[in-house]
């Protein structure tokens, strides 16, 4: 089991940028593949991100395909969500989570307790 906290969530104007960071507490961050979900009020949790324990791989949902970009930082036990081109649409709350397999949708047992991203017009 793995403690995730995220940080780096706010307010945006469409067409900005944020950079979420998850961090990880525990001794076995580098084994885990992690993913990104986020959810919007009143709509069902979305899988958008996973990457693989090496960072050399990255899966993305269409959704946020070219705008988003996971990436990890085994030495400090983060993984990020470089967020661009933000859309009202974008808006939710961001979790990260810590899985075994790299898929969308990402199958995790441990989760943070998300970062607000608000998108303003």
């Known amino acids: 089991q793995v403690q995730l906290v995220e940080s780096g969530g706010g307010l945006v104007q469409a067409g900005g940028s944020l950079r979420l960071s998850c961090a990880a507490l525990?001794?076995?961050?580098?084994?885990?593949?992690m993913g990104w979900f986020r959810q919007a009020p009143g709509k069902e949790r979305e899988s958008i991100a996973a990457?693989?324990?090496?960072?050399?791989?990255?899966l993305y949902a269409d959704s946020v395909k070219g705008r988003f970009t996971i990436s990890r930082d085994n030495v400090k036990d983060t993984v990020y969500l470089q967020m661009n081109s933000l859309k009202p649409e974008d808006t939710a709350v961001y979790y990260c989570?810590?899985?075994?397999?790299?898929?969308?949708?990402?199958?995790?047992?441990?989760w943070g307790q998300g970062t607000q991203v608000t998108v303003s017009t």
């Open positions: 990457i693989n324990w090496s960072g050399s791989s990255t």
């Open positions: 989570a810590a899985g075994l397999v790299p898929t969308i949708p990402f199958r995790s047992a441990d």
């Open positions: 525990g001794r076995t961050f580098s084994s885990y593949a």
